[in-house]
């Protein structure tokens, strides 16, 4: 008899390298290129030493990081946990969107969820859940309890077939009537962000968070530099030189995080529990938001900081030219 039943299949990057899951195990990983990663030697203690490990003992810690997502949140898995209110990632893509949903700051956040591709919600919680520790999704596969759950508290699937399409996201927002936007766009997809930007109109407002930009091209970047509002440096160099010196605002010298535009700092605004200071900054000069004091203290999500004028991009004493990004 001919078997009907449709793959599960998801394939996602980490730390350079490919990961294919299927039946919640991880079937393959390619070999990665990066020898250093801040975000990975920050979430866990495996990958501190990675610039001595060899590529197998890599892969082993890339395995094991992978795997304590599907153990525990349920990654890739009918067993998958959603709903989340604690920041996880101090200054994360998800942690600005629960803020900003919560605070009416966007009437929704076009995401990308494991087992249901492309999704709208207007729920905070719901984009901490599925965002908080995803890492870049290049394809998923359908997950009915998934995709169940996610219909329950009131989000709406593009794809029943779980496809990921940012432009088609943005598109159906509009046309329900959204007018305060905001959409999370992987770095390889950066194509796109021209595309999303066109549809913007005098009422519409769409905020575009460029995340996962590890390893991505010249080109990649020349597009986030033009199109983007909010970009995450993830180990990418490029993005820290080319796309930071553009910043209107940096976050963070460890791993930064660039707002481009004044709706890039609107998001910050909104993740902030006193955002007024980031109201009054002087467009004509470069701010940075970190743990060393300054003239200003600005709490980000849960974590204390000071804002203060610099030439950006502020770089950390790291040898990105080990991580080929």
Not at 71 to 77: I, L, M, S, V
Request: net charge positive; with cysteine; glycine share 6%.
């Amino acid at each position: 008899m001919l078997n009907t039943k449709q793959r599960d299949i998801h394939i996602l990057r980490y730390f350079s390298s490919f990961i294919s899951v299927s039946e919640g195990k991880i079937i393959n990983i390619t070999d990665p290129k990066l020898t250093f990663c801040p975000l990975a030697s920050h979430l866990y203690k495996g990958f501190t030493t990675a610039d001595k490990m060899d590529k197998e003992a890599l892969k082993r810690e890339i395995k094991k990081a992978i795997g304590s997502k599907i153990k525990d949140f349920g990654f890739f898995t009918s067993r998958r946990i959603f709903s989340a209110k604690d920041v996880a990632i101090p200054y994360g893509a998800s942690e600005m969107l629960m803020f900003a949903l919560n605070k009416k700051t966007i009437d929704v956040a076009v995401i990308v969820c494991d087992g249901a591709g492309t999704i709208i919600t207007d729920r905070g919680d719901i984009a901490q859940g599925v965002g908080a520790r995803m890492n870049s999704l290049l394809m998923t596969s359908p997950i009915k309890e998934i995709q169940d759950h996610l219909k329950r508290a009131g989000c709406y699937l593009i794809f029943e077939n779980a496809f990921i399409d940012q432009v088609k996201g943005v598109e159906k927002a509009i046309q329900s009537e959204h007018k305060r936007i905001a959409v999370t766009v992987c770095g390889h997809d950066s194509n796109k962000l021209k595309t999303i930007r066109e549809l913007e109109f005098p009422r519409t407002s769409i905020t575009i968070l460029s995340v996962c930009t590890t390893g991505i091209s010249e080109a990649n970047v020349r597009e986030i530099k033009d199109y983007a509002d909010i970009v995450w440096s993830c180990a990418s160099l490029d993005i820290r030189e080319t796309v930071g010196s553009a910043a209107l605002l940096q976050i963070s010298k460890q791993i930064p995080i660039f707002a481009l535009t004044q709706k890039g700092v609107d998001l910050v605004v909104a993740y902030a529990q006193d955002g007024e200071p980031l109201r009054e900054l002087n467009k004509r000069k470069q701010y940075l938001i970190s743990l060393e004091p300054g003239f200003c203290k600005i709490k980000l999500g849960n974590t204390n900081n000071y804002l203060r004028e610099e030439k950006l991009p502020v770089l950390p004493e790291v040898n990105f030219a080990l991580a080929g990004a």
